[in-house]
T-cell receptor, first 116, second 112 residues
Framework: EPEVTQTPSHQVTQMGQEVILRCVPI?????FYWYRQILGQKVEFLVS????????KSEIFDDQFSVERPDGSNFTLKIRSTKLEDSAMYFC??????????????FGDGTRLSIL | QKEVEQNSGPLSVPEGAIASLNCTYS??????FFWYRQYSGKSPELIMS????GDKEDGRFTAQLNKASQYVSLLIRDSQPSDSATYLC????????????FGTGTRLTIIP
């Protein structure tokens, strides 16, 4: 069964450094998302991406964050200058077109980001 | 602020019994509802989705939706120890590209 893949599985970075998290969505999916989950807390929406542009973003997704789809397969999340509070699991998700009523999002295994 | 509320648990259920998980949501225009299972340290895994009032069954799982009461539930029949996990209720927005809003999750433990 096709799946969303994320790399790396664990990233350790010094505070203030830039970090790029990578995702390969399911190949025929058109809508892409990033979520994060701070340890012990709920999964929170960060950003959605369609047709090579951001379609919605949350308050969390400030100027330090950016997303990009540099080629036909990868979808990246960049944090420009990391802060201690950016430590979390980051999940990439994707879904297909609008024809399915349910339109479920499928999640990757996540990247655990640890800021020191 | 659109909210999704779940009882955080823990909910303990004997093996073989029915586990009942509940979720309420505040946004009346929400249209689709999802139950994800999350094992500790792992990603959310889709279990069930539902968008029409009533019941939807898939194997041992039944999702129930009542839009008038803004309530969605998940029943797990013949509970197995492998069902022990946190169950996340997620609600899909009708706007933009339809982000999911998650509850905090209910931690379920199946007792052998």
């Amino acid at each position: 069964e096709p799946e969303v893949t994320q790399t790396p599985s664990h990233q350790v970075t010094q505070m203030g450094q830039e970090v790029i998290l990578r995702c390969v969505p399911i190949s025929n999916h058109l809508y892409f998302y990033w979520y994060r989950q701070i340890l012990g807390q709920k999964v929170e929406f960060l950003v959605s991406f369609y047709n090579n542009e951001i379609s919605e973003k949350s308050e969390i997704f400030d100027d330090q964050f950016s997303v990009e789809r540099p080629d036909g397969s990868n979808f990246t999340l960049k944090i420009r200058s990391t802060k201690l509070e950016d430590s979390a699991m980051y999940f990439c998700a994707s879904r297909g077109d609008r024809s399915s009523e349910d339109r479920p999002q499928h999640f990757g295994d996540g990247t655990r980001l640890s800021i020191l | 602020q659109k909210e999704v509320e779940q009882n955080s648990g823990p909910l303990s259920v004997p093996e073989g019994a029915i586990a009942s998980l509940n979720c309420t949501y505040s946004d009346r225009v929400s249209q689709s509802f999802f139950w994800y299972r999350q094992y500790s340290g792992k990603s959310p895994e889709l279990i069930m989705s539902i968008y029409s009032n009533g019941d939807k069954e898939d194997g041992r799982f039944t999702a129930q939706l009542n839009k008038a009461s803004q309530y969605v539930s998940l029943l797990i029949r013949d509970s197995q120890p492998s069902d022990s996990a946190t169950y996340l209720c997620a609600v899909r927005s009708n706007f933009g590209n339809e982000k999911l809003t998650f509850g905090t999750g209910t931690r379920l433990t199946i007792i052998p």
